[in-house]
């Protein structure tokens, strides 16, 4: 158990559709990631939210669209997406900036995502 | 261009055997962490290594960050079916904050 929570587990939807991945984190960290994890990639870091402020956007496309409510919540929203976005979405938090260079991330258990 | 390359890219042995996990790079890191992901399921923290030459133990596990900071290895000592998994090596970068650079990970299976 990691203190980190994503839904849905599992996600399938068409290149029309708009759909929302939620991740929570119950560790009072300040720092919240989104992943890209493919099959033989190394994960691909999309955004980086710091006290609720975005700090790092990884040329992702548009569309995908995150969102910061609050320090303990991480959306990723989607709408038309590619089959090539098919992938395990992993959310991660961690203290933040203070923690320094080895600030550790604390990983959710991703969604699975498909793109038909 | 991959900044961390790990080594080898997919490893199958028997019960009881060593191995080996290598995580190479020629960029310096302030610190490297090392993660276990099993499918369906996010990667979970081994170790971080923050000081060149560092060995650190975990049990079976012995990780171990270069003189120059450059490189690390994870050594496992009679492995079991239960260390199955990816195994990703993640560098920190001082100019970077929290910013982690993972590698392409390790697949180990290991069979009974």
């Known amino acids: 158990e990691t203190g980190v929570t994503q839904t849905p587990r599992h996600l399938v939807m068409g290149m029309t559709n708009k759909k929302s991945l939620k991740c929570e984190q119950h560790?009072?960290?300040?720092?919240m990631y989104w992943y890209k994890q493919s099959a033989k990639k190394p994960l691909e870091l999309m955004f980086v939210y710091n006290f609720k402020e975005q700090t790092e956007n990884n040329s992702v496309p548009s569309r995908f669209s995150p969102e910061c409510p609050n320090s303990s919540h991480l959306f990723l929203h989607l709408h038309t997406l590619q089959p090539e976005d098919s992938a395990l979405y992993l959310c991660?938090?961690?203290?933040?900036?203070?923690?320094?260079?080895?600030?550790?991330?604390?990983f959710g258990p991703g969604t699975r995502l498909t793109v038909l | 261009t991959q900044l961390l390359e790990q080594s080898p890219q997919f490893l199958s042995i028997q019960e009881g055997e060593n191995l080996t996990v290598y995580c190479n790079s020629s960029?310096?890191?302030?610190?490297l962490q090392w993660y276990r992901q099993e499918p369906g399921e996010g990667p979970v923290l081994l170790v971080t290594v923050v000081t060149g030459g560092e060995v650190k133990k975990l049990k079976r596990l012995t990780f171990q960050f270069g003189d120059a900071r450059k490189d690390s290895s994870l050594h496992i000592t009679a492995a079991q079916p239960g260390d199955t998994g990816l195994y990703l090596c993640?560098?920190?970068?001082?100019?970077?904050?929290?910013?982690?650079?993972f590698g392409e990970g390790t697949q180990l299976t290991v069979n009974p």
């Open positions: 960029s310096v890191f302030s610190s």
């Open positions: 991660a938090s961690s203290h933040g900036i203070i923690g320094g260079p080895t600030d550790t991330q604390y």
């Open positions: 993640a560098g920190a970068r001082e100019t970077s904050g929290s910013r982690l650079t």
């Open positions: 560790l009072g960290h300040n720092a």
